[in-house]
């Protein structure tokens, strides 16, 4: 079995603070990290190759820096790692990122392709769709956990807003997964030694056959018209109720402000 | 000259951070409060290969350096003291003379089930006649035909009871003095040798400390370390890298205390203010950040000198004083900046100045780290 994991770097949004002026992002000094999602379904990834010697290709697309998340990668336990960097990429929105990706990928031998649901700077999800639309692949998202035949069968756990479902799919295809259902491992001591004398492929965009126009600034539908930090939550009111009470009261406060 | 580290200890510094916050921070009221070992925690880092980390790979070990060994020690005792000398004594007291006088025969027995954390390394030289004068050994070895015969106790052994293997010093001609003294591997279950009694001790109350009991033990020849009457050297030897991680210990408990200080300081109001916004604070605090930088910067010159081969006696003896006595003012001064909330168990600085003291005494106490950097001055 051969899995592509497609990974992201991403400044560490729990150490992020906001310039109470301008609205914006305080970037400076801030911890990049591999993005949750991605590194949860690295671990989908590696656990596949524990139990069926799976190969692992990481993928990332970025700027030179985002060799980090590679070397963290290659500490994890994968084969194989590939940084797609080109000036070409810039000031691309999730198309133009999927179109690069799925590019790459095209020119990879895969019977599964992972991504992290969403990553925590954009918070769109919608690369990992974009990328199975692009490969004409069934895709699953919001995966908790996979189980795989061995052969071409993978029954998946995707979860939903009030529960979850069981799915198969025959591979090939795309799976998003979600982070919190799939503790990752930490990187070994031994990886991290040896993460550093592994090659880091770099492809650029001549490594690819994609129509320039899908590409960077120039294949990105999305215009960005405004950006703001949203408003702090008032403190919720605090009553002492018995738990029979509290049942008519939430009731009451629902309906109130037209909930129900 | 570079005082960075290199991007692989950077990485490493990065997964061993995350791994004391969410496994070994979680753990350390409890096992302080139970005297309990944390074999959990134990288990676990073997599994990530933090139990061999400066081992060379064909040992089994991770093939790191001892930059990286000084910065897990103290990552895990920022967090819990007791977790970090269990990996102290297990890497250099336990693997580490085995590593550096061991015959090839030896290191491929110990070392590759060491390194993976199959078995946990202890190391026996203090006697209860023989502790700073380590010379004074009352514990012989004789040897008849293909095997030594061990009698005699060992005190106060870190490990002691969980490790499989034990490098322990006996006399084998007690005519000679320091010259005769001789190192064995000594493994658990062999015919002769006990666990006594363990300690109650003031603080790394998780590590388990107890007796080692020698009755007509029998260690088969090939055990012996190092050549005979030279067991002393291998003690004087191993010590010097144990300084090492002791010290990486104690500045670990003293950046623990330090972090736990600013939040604190930065929170309590007092006359209206955040205690961290009084002179008082801040000069105390600024004096006591410099102590733990300077710390860490003699940590680590002596981890590089043992990592290039350069002599590194005096420098282990520095890192270890300076750092001990760091993390002493640093925790007493936590538990002072913490008021009446720091004297007791709600707050962890009070569990970090009870474990902070144990770093001024053991394997050296600071008095011993004096004689053996004013021995190199005027030597």
């Known amino acids: 079995m051969k899995i592509v994991v497609c990974i992201k770097q991403v400044p560490d949004t729990t150490e992020v603070k906001i310039n109470p002026v301008t609205g914006t992002i305080i970037r400076e000094g801030i911890p990049s990290i591999m993005n949750p999602d991605d590194k949860g379904g690295l671990e989908l990834a590696l656990r596949l190759k524990d139990e069926f010697d799976a190969h692992v290709t990481v993928i990332t697309m970025g700027p030179p820096q985002a060799d980090a998340i590679l070397r963290e990668a290659y500490a994890m336990g994968v084969d194989r790692a590939i940084l797609l960097t080109d000036r070409a990429f810039a000031g691309a929105d999730t198309l133009a990122t999927s179109h690069a990706l799925a590019a790459a990928i095209k020119n990879l031998d895969y019977d599964l392709v992972i991504t992290g649901r969403q990553a925590i700077d954009g918070d769109t999800a919608q690369v990992g769709p974009q990328i199975a639309e692009h490969l004409d692949l069934p895709q699953v998202s919001y995966v908790a956990d996979a189980k795989y035949d061995g052969k071409e069968t993978i029954r998946v756990k995707k979860e939903t807003e009030d529960g979850y479902q069981i799915l198969e799919a025959t591979t090939p295809c795309v799976f998003t997964v979600l982070a919190s259902a799939i503790k990752p491992r930490y990187m070994s001591v031994r990886g991290i030694v040896e993460a550093f004398d592994k090659e880091v492929e770099t492809w650029t965009v001549q490594n690819i056959t994609i129509e320039p126009e899908k590409l960077g600034g120039k294949g990105s539908p999305t215009r960005v018209k405004k950006s703001f930090a949203k408003e702090l939550k008032q403190p919720g009111a605090v009553y002492e109720v018995t738990p029979e009470e509290s049942v008519d009261l939430i009731i009451a406060k629902l309906k109130e402000k037209f909930i129900i | ?379």
């Open chain 2, 1 to 379: 000259m570079n005082f960075n580290l290199t991007k692989k200890q950077e990485l490493f510094r990065q997964m061993i951070r995350e791994f004391a916050e969410k496994e070994v921070k979680p753990l350390a009221v409890e096992i302080d409060e139970q005297e309990r070992f944390p074999m959990e925690t134990i288990e676990k880092m073997a599994k990530i290969g933090l139990m061999g980390i400066p081992v060379p790979t064909q040992y089994g070990g991770a093939g790191g350096d001892h930059i990286m060994y000084t910065i897990a020690v103290e990552e895990l005792s920022r967090c819990c003291a007791t977790t970090g000398v269990a990996l102290s004594a297990h890497t250099s007291l336990g693997m580490g003379p085995i590593l550096e006088n061991g015959t090839e025969e030896q290191k491929m027995k110990y070392l590759p089930k060491m390194a993976s954390g199959e078995w946990i390394g202890a190391f026996g030289l203090t006697e209860p006649n023989a502790g700073t004068d380590a010379a004074m050994q009352q514990t012989t070895a004789v040897l008849e035909g293909d095997h030594y015969v061990l009698n005699g106790s060992k005190i106060f052994i870190t490990n002691a009871g969980y490790a499989h293997v034990y490098v322990v010093f006996a006399m084998t001609d007690k005519s000679k003095g320091n010259k005769g003294i001789s190192a064995f591997i000594v493994e658990q279950g062999m015919p002769g040798f006990s666990i006594g009694k363990k300690e109650k001790k003031l603080g790394i109350r998780g590590s388990a400390t107890c007796e080692l009991i020698f009755e007509n033990c029998i260690v088969p020849k090939e055990n012996l370390l190092g050549a005979e009457g030279k067991g002393f050297a291998i003690a004087m030897k191993t010590l010097d890298g144990g300084r090492i991680g002791i010290a990486s210990q104690a500045l670990g408990i003293a950046q623990g205390a330090m972090d736990e200080t600013v939040k604190y300081t930065k929170e309590r109001k007092q006359f209206g203010r955040s205690i961290a916004q009084f002179q008082n604070t801040q000069f105390q605090m600024a004096d006591l950040e410099t102590r733990i930088q300077a710390a860490r910067l003699l940590v680590r010159s002596a981890a590089f000198k043992k990592d290039n081969g350069i002599p590194y006696s005096a420098d282990a003896a520095m890192c270890k004083l300076f750092a001990a006595e760091t993390a002493m003012e640093m925790t007493t001064k936590a538990v002072q900046f913490h008021g009446g909330y720091g004297y007791t168990r709600e707050y962890p600085v009070e569990r970090m100045m009870r474990d902070a003291k144990i770093t001024e005494i053991y394997e050296g106490t600071s008095e011993v780290q004096r004689m053996v950097i004013a021995a190199k001055l005027f030597k």
